[in-house]
């Protein structure tokens, strides 16, 4: 499969910014989703995942309620809706396909297969 993300670009602090996933190829309900994020420096870290079915998600503690995935399987896309962005929030987003034998969502950035190319998001202050 392949992922192409989009949808990121400069938002104020505090405002919301809806990212996109587009998945190529067919089969794409096999697969688990994942958004992970690379800050300047930093490691690339996990966001949220979700089932799918979309009727599972799983969230990084520190999103703490703020962002939400969706997913709409006849259009081969996957969302990541973020709000109250802080600067420190500014990364690279990237969206993942998991596929194989596991549970509903994962976190685990081995179990990640397929890449997008990543979407920059800049929250300035």
């Known amino acids: 499969v392949q992922l192409q993300a989009s949808g990121g670009g400069l938002v104020q602090a505090g405002g919301p910014l809806r990212l996109s996933c587009a998945a190529s190829?067919?089969?794409?309900?096999?697969?688990?989703m994942g958004w992970f994020r690379q800050a300047p420096g930093k490691e690339r870290e996990f966001v949220g995942s979700?089932?799918?079915?979309?009727?599972?998600?799983l969230y990084a503690d520190f999103v703490k309620g703020r962002f939400a995935i969706s997913r709409d399987n006849a259009k081969n896309t996957v969302y990541l809706q973020t709000n109250s962005l802080k600067p420190e929030e500014t990364a690279v987003y990237y969206c993942?396909?998991?596929?194989?034998?596991?549970?509903?969502?994962?976190?685990?950035?081995?179990?990640?297969?397929?890449w997008g190319q990543g979407t920059l998001v800049t929250v300035s202050s």
């Open positions: 993942a396909a998991a596929q194989g034998r596991l549970l509903s969502t994962t976190a685990d950035i081995n179990d990640y297969a397929y």
């Open positions: 979700i089932s799918r079915s979309g009727a599972r998600t």
């Open positions: 190829g067919r089969a794409f309900s096999n697969y688990i």
